[in-house]
């Protein structure tokens, strides 16, 4: 198990001989990430975006988190293709990191890096819209038959996790599978981690 990262922004690669996980953290909570939207946005409309996937975009801040991340993550999971050419690889992330194992997904196949033909799945939670339509068609391009890509996002009947809908400009990449909690739980409650790991836990058993 390798630690990426620093302080907010982390990722861990888990490697156990025939399957690689990328894993990407979440903010800690609602005020960390409504801080780290603020140091680049004050609206979530026409937010700042950076060029991403060919001529497609992607919001700055997610940019500049998977940017910080990229170099190592190339590396190690490079170093476990290595040992293993036929290992599995799996994506994930929550909040923020959803949006960062979605640009870690992109790039290995966008940039043909070790390992990206064996990148089975692409699982986020809460995974914010921070891609523009250019950048979703070149992403289903890509990945067309190849990706399981599944995007969960806890639903009370009355509302959603709230981090799911923000940037009016930006777009999902798909359609989103429901995650049912207490009906009785805020838009902030219903976004923690916490409650994804009890919603997820509530779905395995009804399936």
């Known amino acids: 198990m390798d630690f990426i990262g620093f302080h907010r922004v982390r ?5 156990d ?36 996937l060919d001529k497609g975009n992607c919001v700055q801040i997610f940019y500049s988190c998977y940017s910080a991340l990229k170099k ?6 490079s ?19 959803g949006g960062m194992a ?25 995974q914010p819209k921070i891609v523009n339509s250019k950048f979703k068609s070149r ?9 399981n890509y599944k995007r969960f996002v806890t639903a009370t009947g009355r509302h959603n996790d709230f981090v799911t809908t923000q940037y009016v400009d930006m777009k999902h ?7 049912k909690c207490n009906t009785h739980k805020t838009r902030v409650e219903i976004h923690k981690i916490k409650q994804y790991v009890k919603s997820i836990q509530d779905y395995q058993e009804g399936a």
């Open 11 to 15: 990722a861990c690669i888990i490697f």
């Open 17 to 52: 001989g025939q399957t690689i996980f990328i894993v990407f953290k979440g903010s800690d909570s609602i005020g960390d990430w409504i801080s780290n939207i603020s140091k680049y946005t004050d609206s979530f409309v026409n937010v700042p975006a950076k060029p991403f």
């Open 72 to 77: 190592d993550v190339r590396k190690k999971v």
């Open 79 to 97: 170093n476990f293709v290595n040992k293993n050419p036929n290992a599995d690889i799996h994506i994930t992330g929550h909040s923020l990191g």
């Open 102 to 126: 979605l640009l870690c997904c992109s790039d290995f196949f966008n940039n043909q890096l070790a390992g990206y033909q064996n990148i089975k799945s692409l699982i986020t939670f809460s």
């Open 139 to 147: 992403f289903n391009e890509l990945t067309k038959g190849r990706l």
């Open 173 to 179: 990449l798909n359609a989103s599978e429901k995650l």
